[in-house]
């Protein structure tokens, strides 16, 4: 493949739709050949891309790819999610109220109001335990959480550059702070809202049909860990770093850099996760029924899925100039941005991949220039934020706090939806409100 592209061909993206197979279909097929070896089970699809790459374009070159993934993609996002899966499993908030419909409809709404304050993945960590106390006396709860999965780790995301990971990006490309709120506002709060009511009529339904449960007593409110509070807020801090305090200069790797901006925040998100072992009092994390399976299953499983999307960023980035093309094509008619396609095809995109390649992808179609994408094109712009952060909620992949939410509900002892299962509860209430807010707002 010399010259032009390293991946001129859709085919490099077979060993990532074969690792998609495989996670919706080996945990029903054969529930514990993967339990035991799901490790094995991804390798195989990032070997089926890393052997036929080093064959073709070479191993260094192969390296040096793979090695810019682990600096600057794979490592920064184990550990912030590493740091947060630590720093909320010390922070226990009493007192929660029992998960009736009322309630749990209620706690949903603050997840989805703090994942914009605090980010998704730290509002998931955050809410996600009271709400699994909540309802510990329900047979049936795995609902609860899809929707949690859908409204913490995602929609409630779209409000700030805080909240999600691409508008972040926006954010460092000249995208103003408050802009997102500013025309995000109205779509996410109707989605929202729609979400909410939806959950309460399916939540109502299934918890007048269950049979009485024995009640614990209530305990009184308040926090265990509050230090892990002064940590997340330094967790928040250490992701805007890059941004207030900027470290010019990095290091050089194997020809790959690694900016000291990224050193620094991925040894910061290493130092509060020790402070917070150190600070928070065993038996904190023992009433949490803290557990490191959660965190080291999506460690593995995400380190498959970065691998096969390699060349999958590749094509995404090479825009009009690479294989996807012909679809990009239609983006445009007459020269005039189609905004319902900015929004669906980012969502698509962003259901299956990481939704930061996917921003940025439509972000340099539409013209990659903040000026011009928060003026003129506003509509556009907004179209694509909304897609990005909207869609991730389509898969368990679509978006880095679905899979942790249900390793750490499963954990618990929840019975949640395999893949498939999963993408038909997406499928039934989530895909309708979304091609709604298509309809409203960019058309």
């Known amino acids: 493949m010399s010259g032009g592209l390293p ?3 859709l085919a490099w993206g077979l060993p990532f739709v074969g690792l998609l197979l495989t996670l919706a279909v080996a945990p029903v097929a054969a529930p514990h050949l993967w339990h035991r070896h799901y490790g094995k089970l991804v390798a195989v699809w990032a070997l089926a891309f890393v052997v036929p790459d080093v064959a073709i374009e070479g191993a260094a070159a192969s390296f040096a790819r793979l090695l ?31 998960g009736s419909p009322g309630v749990n409809t209620g706690l949903l709404a603050l997840s989805t109001l703090a ?7 730290g509002a998931s960590l955050l809410m996600l335990r009271p709400l699994v106390r909540a309802n510990r006396h329900r047979a049936h709860t795995a609902h609860v959480f899809v929707f949690f999965i859908f409204l913490a780790c995602n929609v409630g995301g779209a409000l700030t550059p805080l909240g999600n990971p691409p508008l972040f990006l926006g ?3 000249g995208v103003p702070f408050f802009w997102p709120v500013q025309h995000l506002w109205a779509p996410t709060l109707l989605l929202s809202a729609i979400l909410l009511a939806m959950f309460y009529v399916v939540d109502r339904y299934r918890y007048n049909r269950a049979a ?6 209530i305990e009184k409110l308040g926090i265990d860990g509050a230090v892990n509070l002064l940590l997340l807020f330094g967790a928040a801090l250490a992701m805007m770093l890059r941004t207030y305090l900027p470290l010019p200069g990095g290091l050089t790797i194997a020809g790959v850099a690694w900016s000291f901006n990224d050193i620094v925040a991925d040894g910061l998100f290493i130092v509060l996760a020790l402070l917070s072992l150190k600070l928070t009092k065993p038996a904190t994390r023992q009433e949490n029924e803290f557990v490191w399976t959660p965190i080291t299953e999506v460690a593995i499983l995400f380190a498959a899925v970065f691998v096969t999307l390699v060349p999958l960023n590749a094509i995404a980035l090479a825009g009009t100039a690479g294989p996807a093309a012909p679809l990009l094509a239609h983006m445009f008619a007459g020269g005039t941005p189609n905004n319902v396609l900015f929004y669906l095809l980012p969502g698509g995109l962003s259901s299956v991949l990481d939704n930061v390649p996917a ?6 179609l539409a013209g990659g220039h903040a000026g011009l994408l928060t003026g003129k094109l506003a509509l556009t712009l907004a179209a694509i934020s909304a897609g990005a952060s909207y869609f991730g ?27 498939t299962a999963y993408i038909g509860w997406s499928a039934v209430f989530l895909l309708p409100p979304l091609l709604l807010t298509a309809w409203l707002f960019f058309r």
Do not use: C
Request: hydrophobic share 45%; aromatic share 14%; glycine share 10%.
């Open 171 to 173: 954010y460092l490309r």
């Open 7 to 9: 991946y001129n061909s």
């Open 359 to 364: 921003y940025l992808v439509f972000f340099g």
């Open 68 to 98: 810019d993934m682990a600096l600057n993609t794979y490592v920064p996002f184990v550990l912030l999610l590493g740091a947060l899966f630590v720093i909320t499993g010390g922070l226990r908030i009493r007192g929660t109220p029992h």
């Open 212 to 217: 009485p449960a024995v009640l614990p007593e």
């Open 115 to 121: 994942a914009s304050l605090i980010g998704t993945p």
């Open 393 to 419: 909620a389509f898969t368990y992949i679509g978006n880095a706090p679905n899979l942790m939410v249900k390793s750490v509900v499963e954990s618990y002892g929840v019975k949640m939806p395999n893949f």
